[in-house]
């Protein structure tokens, strides 16, 4: 709040909008602010609408009454949940630690000046900025050569290392820690293992937590890998079991002869009801709401750090 | 300074004594190196795939010839066109709204003089980005599916209220844009307000004394400077013109069939050519196509960029 008020300068205050022109922008996006933030609001309505207002009146951001029952379903018989949940927290946070410390071992490397092989590293991870071997021999050496085809290690990998993010890494250590330091350290005898690991990792903390942070929702939100490569129901993540139900009933749904098959109908009746399914996604989106707000320092640091050209 | 360049690796047995030297920063450097070289070098080998009639028992490089047949077959569907245009006319149409409302966003964030109120909406706008696609995937089900919103408000309006929107193939390509905006645009906005902020005002004092209305700072000010940024944004999404999204394309119309010639793109060609239909050349064959053609644009495009304003060139 203090910072704020000292933010504005005496020059902003003359040269500032009219107040009738900031009223108007005001009010515009604030409307524009809560219709963005509506359609959340409205799927956590309808995973506490009783099933009689469903039946009646269909979705609606007011629900003749309300029940818990998909909730309380979900904790009684929710294991698929539970699997979903400790295989995607397992692999989101082993996911998180390793790829921000191997991108900051190399942007610590990028990082050297003077370091003659700079150019080639440099050269390895842009390169994959501009050509990939695209979706499928990507996939069959996944599959047929490294042989982790619905694994706890597809999973975990996927992603780990990105160009973005090692050039915000680089940035930020070359930025922030002056290179008289390096130099200093190395009078002094510390080899580079020693530099990078008692003087880069501490002084770049919130570098860190910043790439950590996107890394980490990057990881919790990632929804293909699972599709592409799990079947086993215990590895399945959160975000992939959402989308295979939500394809399941529709499949069965829009089938009409199997929707109207006995076979069909037992399975929508043991397919989540849609309150059930919007219940999922609150639980699994709220870890990310909630922290989201805590972090928006880090994450708009973050976001600056990485428009500075690389 | 530049004798101790002179030092590393530039004689000739400096090679060897560099690395010596140095051993220990390439064995930082090492698990990216390595993870990139299986990850995404290897695969970029692995498109011979697309030239063959690939076995898993006889591997890459044993599997029988094909040469372009998987390309002439390709080409033959009538899937090549669709899935070109849509994907290139998707990503035009992303990024041209996208970008000019978060500029717009941002000219009006910026400019509201209740910093608090400004950093509340911010934190709002942002909100949908943090969401993963397979939820956004069911928000859009609550408002469009067949129990959804639109349709309760329709019978609340004396509508029938059943249309079945996601077969109703016109509805697509706005709502695809429209949800694209509504989660990216915050986020870009944002980064917009924070280079907004560091133009020095120096730049603002000198043509409020030259009498500059607000409209005419924005537009020889503030715009100028966003350049820079903005062109290096739209030379890195000119490489990914011939990449679709996934997760719009497919999560959030659910792969519904109907809708595949307006929403069907390159990613979801492949993606259904590979897991579906099991045809791993074909497969191969599109995911070809779109690297090439994407590496060719970005290519060209930074190298226009360089001739007309060298400082916003990508490298």
């Known amino acids: 709040m203090a910072a704020d008020s000292t933010e504005t300068s005496s020059f902003d205050r003359i040269n500032r909008i009219k107040p009738l022109t900031n009223m108007i922008f005001s009010v515009v996006m604030s409307v524009v602010a809560v219709l963005t933030v509506v359609p959340v609001a409205l799927v956590f309505i309808i995973s506490?609408?009783?099933?009689?207002?469903?039946?009646?009146?269909?979705?609606?951001?007011?629900?003749?009454?309300?029940?818990?029952?998909?909730?309380?379903?979900?904790?009684?018989?929710?294991?698929?949940?539970?699997?979903?949940?400790?295989?995607?927290?397992?692999?989101?946070?082993?996911?998180?630690?390793?790829?921000?410390?191997?991108?900051?071992?190399?942007?610590?490397?990028?990082?050297?000046?003077?370091?003659?092989?700079?150019?080639?590293?440099?050269?390895?991870?842009?390169?994959?900025?501009?050509?990939?071997?695209?979706?499928?021999?990507?996939?069959?050496?996944?599959?047929?050569?490294?042989?982790?085809?619905?694994?706890?290690?597809?999973?975990?990998?996927?992603?780990?290392?990105?160009?973005?993010?090692?050039?915000?890494?680089?940035?930020?250590?070359?930025?922030?820690?002056?290179?008289?330091?390096?130099?200093?350290a190395q009078i002094d005898g510390a080899s580079d293992f020693k530099v990078f690991f008692r003087i880069v990792l501490p002084l770049s903390k919130a570098g860190l937590a910043t790439i950590g942070l996107f890394v980490l929702v990057g990881k919790w939100n990632e929804w293909f890998t699972g599709m592409l490569y799990i079947d086993n129901p215990k590895l399945v993540p959160l975000q992939t079991m959402l989308t295979r139900i939500q394809q399941r009933i529709d499949f069965i749904k829009n089938n009409s002869s199997l929707a109207s098959s006995p076979d069909g109908m037992q399975m929508l009746k043991n397919m989540p009801s849609e309150q059930t399914r919007m219940a999922i996604v609150v639980l699994t989106t709220l870890p990310v709401l909630f922290a989201y707000p805590f972090f928006q320092r880090y994450f708009i640091r973050g976001m600056t750090i990485g428009s500075v050209k690389g | 300074m530049t004798a101790r360049e002179g030092q590393i690796g530039k004689t000739r047995t400096g090679i060897l004594t560099a690395f010596k030297k140095h051993w220990q920063l390439h064995v930082l450097a090492l698990p990216v190196l390595l993870y990139l070289l299986i990850f995404s070098y290897a695969p970029m080998f692995g498109v011979v795939l697309a030239f063959e009639r690939y076995s898993v028992a006889k591997g890459f490089f044993g599997s029988p010839w094909l040469g372009l047949k998987n390309f002439e077959f390709m080409f033959k569907t009538q899937d090549a066109w669709r899935i070109t245009r849509n994907t290139v006319l998707y990503n035009i149409a992303f990024i041209t709204v996208n970008t000019s409302l978060s500029v717009l966003l941002a000219l009006i964030l910026d400019e509201m003089y209740i910093k608090r109120l400004s950093k509340t909406i911010q934190t709002m706008l942002i909100m949908p980005y943090f969401l993963s696609m397979s939820v956004v995937a069911i928000v859009v089900y609550a408002f469009i599916g067949p129990k959804g919103v639109v349709n309760t408000m329709l019978k609340a309006l004396?509508?029938?209220?059943?249309?079945?929107?996601?077969?109703?193939?016109?509805?697509?390509?706005?709502?695809?844009?429209?949800?694209?905006?509504?989660?990216?645009?915050?986020?870009?906005?944002?980064?917009?307000?924070?280079?907004?902020?560091?133009?020095?005002?120096?730049?603002?004092?000198?043509?409020?004394?030259?009498?500059?209305?607000?409209?005419?700072?924005?537009?020889?000010?503030?715009?100028?400077?966003?350049?820079?940024?903005?062109?290096?944004?739209?030379?890195?999404?000119?490489?990914?013109?011939?990449?679709?999204?996934?997760?719009?394309?497919?999560?959030?119309?659910?792969?519904?069939?109907?809708?595949?010639?307006?929403?069907?793109?390159?990613?979801?060609?492949?993606?259904?050519?590979?897991?579906?239909?099991?045809?791993?050349?074909?497969?191969?064959?599109?995911?070809?196509?779109?690297?090439?053609?994407?590496?060719?644009?970005?290519?060209?495009?930074?190298?226009?960029v360089r001739r007309v304003d060298e400082e916003s060139a990508l490298y």
């Open chain 1, 48 to 184: 506490i609408t009783s099933s009689l207002s469903l039946t009646m009146r269909g979705f609606s951001f007011v629900p003749l009454s309300t029940s818990f029952v998909a909730y309380e379903s979900l904790f009684k018989t929710g294991s698929q949940l539970v699997d979903s949940y400790i295989i995607t927290i397992e692999v989101t946070l082993l996911h998180t630690v390793l790829s921000v410390l191997i991108m900051t071992m190399y942007a610590y490397v990028l990082a050297q000046q003077r370091f003659g092989a700079r150019k080639f590293y440099t050269f390895v991870v842009f390169f994959t900025m501009l050509f990939s071997g695209g979706l499928v021999p990507s996939y069959i050496i996944n599959v047929n050569v490294l042989h982790i085809y619905d694994t706890f290690w597809i999973l975990l990998l996927s992603g780990m290392v990105g160009t973005f993010n090692i050039i915000v890494l680089r940035t930020f250590i070359s930025t922030t820690i002056p290179i008289e330091l390096f130099d200093a």
């Open chain 2, 158 to 304: 004396g509508e029938p209220g059943n249309t079945f929107w996601y077969t109703y193939r016109p509805l697509w390509p706005f709502l695809l844009v429209f949800i694209s905006a509504w989660k990216g645009v915050g986020y870009t906005a944002i980064v917009y307000v924070a280079s907004i902020s560091g133009i020095s005002s120096e730049f603002y004092e000198a043509a409020v004394l030259d009498g500059a209305s607000k409209l005419q700072q924005a537009r020889y000010i503030t715009l100028p400077h966003l350049r820079h940024i903005i062109v290096i944004m739209l030379i890195l999404n000119m490489g990914s013109m011939f990449r679709g999204d996934m997760g719009l394309s497919y999560n959030v119309t659910q792969n519904t069939g109907e809708l595949y010639e307006v929403v069907d793109v390159i990613d979801t060609f492949v993606y259904r050519a590979l897991k579906d239909l099991n045809d791993t050349g074909m497969a191969a064959a599109a995911g070809l196509y779109q690297s090439v053609v994407g590496f060719v644009l970005i290519i060209v495009s930074n190298a226009i």
